[in-house]
């Protein structure tokens, strides 16, 4: 039983004939769809890195807008931080100048009440004085028995008693 190699044997004819045809597809398909598939593919490549450069643009464009955002955020709190200063000084002005009107008002009504009183005082000498002097009249009338006339009496206890006054 000899059995002959012929489904293996290697036809060199062939084998060129097969890559010839292997090349001019190659050759074929390179010239009818490489280009057009490259500029299919270049087109894809400039789009994601166009879409890219929007993208890196924005996210520019929002960390500047944040930066510019945290700068009036910034102002902002230093502002209303110098309003409620500003404020403060002005309600604490406003409480002194309260506090210096109620101060001079009650030194005023203080003043007015020791006034009033030196008058009342002052009234009350005078009026204890004529007591004391209409009083000494009669006493002196009922142990004199008219001997003085009752002015020159009068006379003679009010300067006594203006002599005593000084005195205190």
Same mark, same amino acid.
């Given at each position: ?9 290697? /036809? ?8 010839? /045809? ?15 598939? $490259?500029?299919?593919?270049? @087109? +894809?490549? *400039? #789009? ?9 643009? *924005?996210?520019?464009?929002? /960390?500047?807008?944040? =930066? ?9 709190? *230093? ?5 409620? @200063?500003? *404020?403060?000084?002005?309600? +604490?002005?406003?409480?002194? +100048?309260?506090?210096?009107? =109620? +101060?001079? $008002? ?10 009033? =009183? ?10 204890? $004085? ?25 006379? #003679? ?6 002599? #005593?006054?000084?005195?205190?």
């Amino acid at each position: 039983m000899i059995q002959t190699l012929e489904i293996i044997s290697v /036809n060199l004819w062939q084998i060129l004939i097969s890559l010839a /045809n292997l090349l001019l597809i190659y050759i074929i398909l390179k010239k009818l769809l490489w280009k057009p598939v $490259k500029k299919v593919m270049d @087109q +894809r490549q *400039a #789009m994601v890195d166009d879409q890219f450069a929007a993208a890196e643009a *924005a996210e520019e464009e929002a /960390n500047r807008d944040k =930066a510019e955002w945290a700068a009036r955020l910034a102002t902002a709190d *230093a502002e209303a931080d110098a309003r409620i @200063q500003a *404020a403060d000084e002005t309600a +604490r002005q406003h409480g002194d +100048r309260i506090v210096a009107d =109620a +101060r001079d $008002k009650a030194q005023g009504i203080l003043r007015q009440a020791e006034a009033e =009183a030196a008058l009342e005082r002052q009234k009350a000498e005078a009026g204890i $004085k004529q007591e004391i002097a209409a009083v000494g009249t009669q006493l002196a009338e009922k142990m004199l028995e008219r001997e003085i006339n009752p002015e020159d009496h009068r006379q #003679m206890i009010e300067s006594f008693l203006a002599e #005593m006054g000084d005195a205190t």
